[in-house]
T-cell receptor
Framework: KQEVTQIPAALSVPEGENLVLNCSFT??????LQWFRQDPGKGLTSLLL?????REQTSGRLNASLDKSSGRSTLYIAASQPGDSATYLC???????????FGTGTRLTIIP | EAGVAQSPRYKIIEKRQSVAFWCNPI?????LYWYQQILGQGPKLLIQ????????DSQLPKDRFSAERLKGVDSTLKIQPAKLEDSAVYLC?????????????FGPGTRLTVT
């Protein structure tokens, strides 16, 4: 059974800093991995999707990497802004199964 | 392109009452998902539909939860009777198989409080 872990559960950094969020998963036979953002009281917004054959994906100030063999993914946020404050969730999709298994998320606070 | 629509956005009920949530997926998306997200946790899949057929309902508490997707478009999720532990956000998502990514798009969710 796939398990997804995100550490730390909460993170506060000053505005302008670069930061890394971590995600680990137990079963490396994944189809793809998705990073989401969730604002308080809102649904999930997809940020980046990395296929199992890819090593990284970039969108603006966001860069997500994937190391299947070690069961890890990171989300790098450059030049953080207060608007980046939110909960970030990673989710894994296994081969042969469209279901997403989610981590518990990292609550990020950017301090102005 | 319109996103996934859900209603109501908020609902407060007493335990043992019943409640229903509605979801309208993105047009053309064949797969629809219902998730339960308890405060401080990641979403947990309750049920997955492919068109109007059920693909996975292994984590749906079938003694009190039911869901249907008539005509392969809109879907409703019902809880009857509700328990205190059902307090959560219920998220609906849809995906388009044709692009091979199965990327899921989420609605804003319905926040349920059971008192």
């Amino acid at each position: 059974k796939q398990e997804v872990t995100q550490i730390p559960a909460a993170l506060s950094v000053p505005e302008g800093e670069n930061l890394v969020l971590n995600c680990s998963f137990t079963d490396s036979a994944i189809y793809n991995l998705q990073w989401f953002r969730q604002d308080p009281g809102k649904g999930l917004t997809s940020l980046l999707l990395i296929q199992s054959s890819q090593r990284e994906q970039t969108s603006g100030r966001l860069n997500a990497s994937l190391d299947k063999s070690s069961g890890r993914s990171t989300l790098y946020i450059a030049a953080s802004q207060p608007g980046d404050s939110a909960t970030y969730l990673c989710a894994v999709r296994d081969f042969g199964n469209e279901k997403l298994t989610f981590g518990t998320g990292t609550r990020l606070t950017i301090i102005p | 392109e319109a996103g996934v629509a859900q209603s109501p956005r908020y609902k407060i009920i007493e335990k043992r009452q019943s409640v229903a949530f509605w979801c309208n997926p993105i047009s053309g998306h064949a797969t629809l998902y219902w998730y339960q997200q308890i405060l401080g946790q990641g979403p947990k899949l309750l049920i997955q539909f492919q068109n109007n057929g059920v693909v996975d309902d292994s984590q749906l508490p079938k003694d009190r939860f039911s869901a249907e997707r008539l005509k392969g478009v809109d879907s409703t999720l019902k809880i009857q009777p509700a328990k205190l532990e059902d307090s959560a956000v219920y998220l609906c998502a849809s995906s388009l198989e044709a692009d091979g990514s199965y990327e899921q798009y989420f609605g804003p969710g319905t926040r349920l409080t059971v008192t």
